[in-house]
C-alpha cells in the first residue's frame, strides 16, 4: 500500500522475500549469474549481489532507474535483451508482465538468455486481483477509467498507470495455458507469491484462483536444446 511513498522500505522487503524465492528453487545465488529483467531501481539486483550472485539490471525505462540505478545498468528492451542466448543461471522477473503489451514475446526473452537448466523466475499481478488496478485499486473493477479518475480526484495528481498503455489485463488462467504449452520449458512451480499457505493449491481452482491467488508467482526450469 505503501510503494509510491516509501519506495525504499517496499522494494528492499520484496528483494529479500524474491532472493529467498529464488534460492528456496534454484540453491544459493553466491557466484551464478542473475539477470534481472525490468528490475526498475535496482532493488533486487542489489539483493542478488549482496548474496554473492554476478547480478546484472536491464531496465526499459530510465525513469525508473532513480538517481542511483546499480553499476551496470544498462537500459534495455525486454523483447530484446543485448544478451547472448543461455548466458543466465537466473533470469528473474518481479512484477513487469502486466507491464507489457505482448506478454507472450517477453517471456520468450527470459527463456533465450537462460541456460539449459537454469530458472525463470517471473511473478506479476493479475487484472482480477485485489491490486490488479495498481495504485487505482481495488476501484478498477468498476472500469479503469472510473478508477483513475477517482483517483486522481482523491489524490490531487494523474494516476502512473493507464490501461493498455503501461498496464494490461494479464490473466493466470491464459498464462499457465501458454507456459504449459511451451517446449522450452518445464513448469517447477506456479504459486500465489504472497500466501502463507496453499499457495499451489489456490492457482489450481479456474475462476477462484483468478481473484485469490493476488499475484502469480512462476518457477520455470530451461528445457536442454
Not at 75 to 101: C, I, K, Q, R, W
Not at 129 to 134: A, D, E, L, R, V
Request: net charge neutral.
Amino acid at each position: 500500500m505503501r510503494e509510491q511513498d516509501d519506495p525504499e522500505r517496499c522494494y528492499s522487503l520484496l528483494a529479500r522475500d524474491a532472493a529467498d524465492q529464488v534460492e528456496a528453487y534454484g540453491g544459493p545465488v553466491d557466484g551464478r549469474t542473475v539477470v534481472d529483467v525490468g528490475g526498475g531501481g535496482g532493488y533486487f539486483t542489489e539483493e542478488f549481489r549482496r548474496r554473492g550472485a554476478h547480478a546484472y539490471l536491464f531496465e526499459p525505462d530510465v525513469r525508473e532507474l532513480g538517481a542511483e540505478p546499480p553499476e551496470g545498468a544498462v537500459v534495455a528492451d525486454g523483447y530484446l535483451l543485448p544478451l547472448a542466448g543461455g548466458v543466465a543461471d537466473v533470469t528473474f522477473s518481479s512484477n513487469v508482465l502486466e507491464h507489457v503489451a505482448d506478454p507472450q514475446t517477453f517471456l520468450s526473452e527470459l527463456v533465450r538468455v537462460t541456460r539449459p537448466g537454469g530458472l525463470v523466475y517471473v511473478s506479476f499481478t493479475n487484472w482480477f486481483s485485489p491490486w490488479g488496478g495498481h495504485e487505482w485499486a481495488p476501484w478498477h473493477y468498476l472500469g479503469a477509467d472510473r478508477a483513475r479518475a477517482r483517483y486522481q480526484r482523491r489524490t490531487g495528481r494523474p494516476a502512473k498507470h493507464t490501461l493498455g498503455e503501461n498496464l494490461f489485463a494479464v490473466h493466470i488462467g491464459t498464462t499457465l495455458r501458454q507456459v504449459r504449452a511451451r517446449d522450452d520449458v518445464t513448469v517447477v512451480s506456479a504459486r500465489s507469491r504472497y500466501w502463507p499457505f496453499l499457495a499451489e493449491t489456490v492457482v489450481k481452482a479456474p475462476g477462484i484462483r483468478e481473484f485469490a491467488t493476488w499475484n502469480l508467482l512462476l518457477i520455470l526450469r530451461r528445457c536442454p536444446p
